[in-house]
């Protein structure tokens, strides 16, 4: 299993806050009022690179730099890992190469070669990426940064122990999966801190993989992996994720695109806030499972807010019924 105890946890959270001082969790009433549940959202898309993403890079480039790593480092990605390691690598004096897929985020891939990355477009999907990466790091003697991996875990999962330490005790919290960090670190603070709460991961229709795999309690591949929450896009699973997920994890459940833009529709009407395909997956999630919460109090993830304006626009001009926020269907015409 790859979980991170409360002290490593610790240490990877004093490193975080060297550079940035944590996130918020809010309550927001019109959404609570909205899911018929008090819940609770955790505000990765107010980090350096709008995800949570950075602070596991942070945590993988400084114990890199510390053993003496110097050749540069190479990885693949979809964005927010890609940003996360080009930051923390420019910060540690490293040179860093982001893989990116053909049609990749144009926003993303801006953000990568802001942050300080050679950017390199090759593939059809993460996983071809992932592969062109692996053989370049083998040519041209650069060391491979994974997007699953201890050290991402351990500095991922500071957001988990910031969110169960500052809001009220919660019995559920949904957490999207992509390759695994994220949630694998959300179950490294819940334990660590001795809490009840019950995860649940989210995964999208068209990119079932580790929904699947939770399933069959092995890692289960498939052969495509195409939604609009583009950093949920795997198709091979790790089994060492799978095996954290498996043991510790109450539920995955799976949501479609169409759930996934109407919570980004519900982000921006009920909060004002962004959030990109994967950071609206688990309000979707929440949204479709509201029915057997009430008197609970929830959690939900906004991992990120990095969505290209062309595809955030089209979303938001769709409308939903009942779109109005300030709705009561009990309130009565004034005269």
């Given at each position: 299993?790859?979980?991170?105890?409360?002290?490593?946890?610790?240490?990877?959270?004093?490193?975080?806050?060297?550079?940035?001082?944590?996130?918020?969790?809010?309550?927001?009433?019109?959404?609570?009022?909205?899911?018929?549940?008090?819940?609770?959202?955790?505000?990765?898309?107010?980090?350096?690179?709008?995800?949570?993403?950075?602070?596991?890079?942070?945590?993988?480039?400084?114990?890199?730099?510390?053993?003496?790593?110097?050749?540069?480092?190479?990885?693949?990605?979809?964005?927010?890992?890609?940003?996360?390691?080009?930051?923390?690598?420019?910060?540690?004096?490293?040179?860093?190469?982001?893989?990116?897929?053909?049609?990749?985020?144009?926003?993303?891939?801006?953000?990568?070669?802001?942050?300080?990355?050679?950017?390199?477009?090759?593939?059809?999907?993460?996983?071809?990426?992932?592969?062109?990466?692996?053989?370049?790091?083998?040519?041209?003697?650069?060391?491979?940064?994974?997007?699953?991996?201890?050290?991402?875990?351990?500095?991922?999962?500071?957001?988990?122990?910031?969110?169960?330490?500052?809001?009220?005790?919660?019995?559920?919290?949904?957490?999207?999966?992509?390759?695994?960090?994220?949630?694998?670190?959300?179950?490294?603070?819940?334990?660590?801190?001795?809490?009840?709460?019950?995860?649940?991961?989210?995964?999208?229709?068209?990119?079932?993989?580790?929904?699947?795999?939770?399933?069959?309690?092995?890692?289960?591949?498939?052969?495509?992996?195409?939604?609009?929450?583009?950093?949920?896009?795997?198709?091979?699973?790790v089994p060492e994720a799978v095996e954290t997920i498996c043991k510790s994890v109450e539920?995955?459940?799976?949501?479609?695109?169409?759930?996934?833009?109407?919570?980004?529709?519900?982000?921006?009407?009920?909060?004002?806030?962004?959030?990109?395909?994967?950071?609206?997956?688990?309000?979707?999630?929440?949204?479709?499972?509201?029915?057997?919460?009430?008197?609970?109090?929830?959690?939900?993830?906004?991992?990120?807010?990095?969505?290209?304006?062309?595809?955030?626009?089209?979303?938001?001009?769709?409308?939903?019924?009942?779109?109005?926020?300030?709705?009561?269907?009990?309130?009565?015409?004034?005269?």
């Amino acid at each position: 299993m790859t979980t991170v105890s409360k002290q490593k946890l610790e240490e990877a959270a004093d490193l975080v806050y060297g550079v940035f001082k944590g996130t918020p969790q809010y309550n927001w009433p019109l959404l609570s009022k909205r899911c018929g549940v008090e819940v609770w959202v955790k505000h990765e898309n107010h980090t350096p690179i709008g995800a949570f993403k950075v602070r596991g890079g942070l945590v993988f480039m400084n114990d890199y730099k510390k053993n003496g790593g110097t050749a540069g480092v190479i990885t693949a990605t979809r964005g927010n890992h890609g940003q996360s390691i080009a930051l923390a690598a420019a910060r540690a004096g490293v040179k860093s190469t982001i893989v990116v897929p053909e049609g990749n985020s144009l926003e993303k891939n801006a953000a990568m070669k802001a942050f300080g990355g050679e950017l390199v477009v090759h593939g059809h999907d993460f996983q071809a990426s992932a592969e062109y990466a692996m053989a370049r790091a083998q040519d041209e003697g650069l060391d491979m940064v994974p997007s699953f991996d201890s050290r991402l875990v351990q500095g991922v999962g500071t957001y988990g122990l910031e969110f169960f330490m500052n809001a009220p005790e919660l019995d559920r919290v949904y957490v999207p999966i992509g390759l695994g960090s994220g949630i694998c670190g959300v179950v490294s603070a819940r334990d660590a801190l001795g809490l009840k709460t019950k995860v649940y991961g989210v995964v999208m229709e068209g990119a079932p993989a580790y929904g699947l795999s939770f399933k069959a309690g092995k890692a289960v591949p498939t052969n495509t992996a195409e939604t609009i929450a583009d950093g949920m896009a795997c198709r091979v699973p790790v089994p060492e994720a799978v095996e954290t997920i498996c043991k510790s994890v109450e539920d995955v459940v799976t949501v479609s695109d169409e759930d996934v833009k109407h919570a980004m529709r519900v982000y921006y009407t009920h909060t004002h806030n962004i959030a990109e395909g994967a950071g609206a997956a688990p309000l979707a999630a929440l949204l479709n499972d509201r029915e057997g919460l009430q008197g609970k109090r929830a959690g939900v993830v906004l991992s990120g807010g990095n969505i290209d304006m062309p595809l955030f626009m089209s979303v938001l001009s769709e409308t939903d019924p009942g779109a109005d926020p300030g709705a009561d269907p009990s309130a009565v015409p004034a005269h």
